[in-house]
């Protein structure tokens, strides 16, 4: 989650999923909005073998920050911030980049965050270079356990920290295109029965009735599960 992200390169990182902004600054077209306050986020193959995301079963609720894994971004082409995230944990979104500084009797790192319109994301760019000012980022929505309560991150980025509950659970074949074959699990797996063909994901609904529109740029509306 920190800067210089190279140290971090080496690491093997499983996330699915990428799309790019288009040359009119506009989103390549979603094919529907997802329900106010409701994000996906992908949960990482080596975390759940390492038991690193304990407590994930449906109807949990959890204080945590979604973090962006970055795979790529450009210059922001238009004004208007925005974002989305899909039934994969997939996301794209368009804001300011931001920089908080960790503790420095601890180390001399920082970590960024996306501001998208007052929606706070914690950027990994592991994936990507890091970069600075108004971008257009995509990647994947992912739970990131270095951005636990009353770790040195954490504490660095709990404006980002919400209250969510976990409204459903799944996993997915993995392919070379996209994730197939959806099933729904009632909490992870446990650490030996992790599989890294499998793409694991979490449904997280905002519980806090301050929670923001989540933004998507498309038609049509989200099918009840």
């Known amino acids: 989650m920190v800067k210089p992200a190279r140290a971090r390169r080496g690491k093997e990182r499983t996330v699915a999923g990428r799309h790019r902004e288009d040359v009119e600054g506009a989103l390549r077209p979603i094919p529907r909005r997802r329900p106010d306050g409701e994000v996906t986020v992908q949960l990482l193959p080596h975390y759940l073998a390492a038991g690193a995301l304990p407590g994930l079963v449906v109807g949990a609720e959890l204080d945590v920050a979604p973090a962006i894994y970055a ?76 951005l636990a309560a009353g770790t040195a991150h954490g504490e660095a980025v709990a404006l980002c920290r919400r209250r969510y509950r976990v409204r459903e659970l799944r996993r ?54």
């Open 71 to 146: 795979s790529d971004h450009l210059p922001a082409l238009a004004d208007r911030e925005t974002w989305w995230v899909d039934e994969y944990g997939c996301f794209g979104g368009r804001g300011e980049v931001l920089t908080v500084p960790l503790d420095e009797e601890e180390c001399s790192c920082r970590v960024d965050v996306l501001d998208v319109a007052g929606r706070l994301f914690p950027l990994n760019w592991a994936g990507s270079l890091p970069a600075e000012g108004r971008l257009w980022v995509e990647g994947a929505l992912y739970l990131e356990p270095e």
């Open 172 to 225: 997915y074949r993995r392919t070379g295109h996209r994730p197939g074959g959806p099933v729904r699990i009632d909490g992870v797996p446990a650490p030996h029965e992790v599989s890294e063909d499998a793409v694991y994901v979490a449904d997280l609904r905002l519980v806090d009735d301050a929670a923001p529109a989540l933004v998507a740029e498309g038609a049509g509306s989200v099918e009840q599960r």
